[in-house]
């Protein structure tokens, strides 16, 4: 059972545009999310995340916006730039004891065409 | 601050041998988790290790284990190798078993079973 799902697999994007990343989870105990970035043959970078107190985050290019009654989250790059083209995850948080569990998508492939 | 370091980078493996990857976390943390990538897959969470105790750990066989030393550098072993073991395996550092800070992750060990 796929707890938190990325639906979308691949993303095209023009330079300059909006890109918009996808992401839905089904465990109402997570409250805590993360985007990771992956390029090829890399360790995937920590990129931007929300508490679920919060229902958006901004850093710079990147904004995350949580709909916690929807359970869905959103990752807007603007402007996308060519760099921006990787493999993006989200994965989501929930305290389970002591400890914390980490859920993660299977990624989108993000293309941003110059 | 070294980020995290994962050796080798490159491994190919025949089938019913087994392996051993290294990892150094960043310098001051104590938590490392290991994950394997597959295409299709994602990532799928291996096991957690925590002041050389294992916290946490993931839906894989017994062939997959794992060890963490007083200086927090980690070890994962896989024995009787399978040709579906063959994936990208990560290895990520934090700063505490239950901490919503983000992973670092190394650049991973491209395991190729043959």
């Known amino acids: 059972d796929q707890q938190v799902k990325q639906n979308s697999p691949s993303l095209s994007v023009q330079e300059g545009r909006i890109s918009i990343l996808n992401c839905d989870y089904t465990?109402?105990?997570?409250?805590?999310f993360l985007w990771y970035k992956k390029y090829p043959a890399e360790g995937p970078t920590f990129l931007i995340s929300?508490?679920?107190i919060k229902d958006k985050n901004e850093d710079g290019r990147f904004t995350v916006f949580l709909n916690k009654s929807a359970k869905h989250l959103s990752l807007h790059i603007v402007p996308s730039q060519p760099g921006d083209s990787a493999v993006y995850f989200c994965?989501?948080?929930?305290?389970?004891?002591?400890?914390?569990?980490?859920?993660w998508g299977l990624g989108t492939s993000l293309a941003v065409n110059p | 601050k070294a980020g995290v370091t994962q050796t080798p980078r490159y491994l190919i493996k025949t089938r019913g041998q087994q392996v051993t990857l290294s990892c150094s976390p960043i310098?001051?943390?104590?938590?490392v988790s290991w994950y394997q990538q597959t295409p299709g897959q994602g990532l799928q969470f291996l096991f957690e290790?925590?002041?050389?105790?294992?916290?946490n750990k993931g839906n894989f066989p017994g062939r997959f284990s794992g060890r963490q030393f007083s200086n927090s550098r980690s070890e994962m072993n896989v024995s009787t190798l399978e040709l579906g073991d063959s994936a990208l395996y990560l290895c990520?550092?934090?700063?505490?078993?239950?901490?919503?800070?983000?992973?670092?992750f190394g650049n991973g060990t491209r395991l190729t079973v043959t």
């Open positions: 990520a550092s934090s700063s505490g078993t239950g901490s919503m800070g983000p992973l670092h």
């Open positions: 310098s001051g943390h104590r938590s």
């Open positions: 290790y925590f002041s050389e105790t294992q916290r």
């Open positions: 465990n109402s105990m997570f409250d805590y």
């Open positions: 929300i508490s679920s």
């Open positions: 994965a989501a948080s929930a305290r389970a004891g002591n400890n914390r569990k980490l859920i």
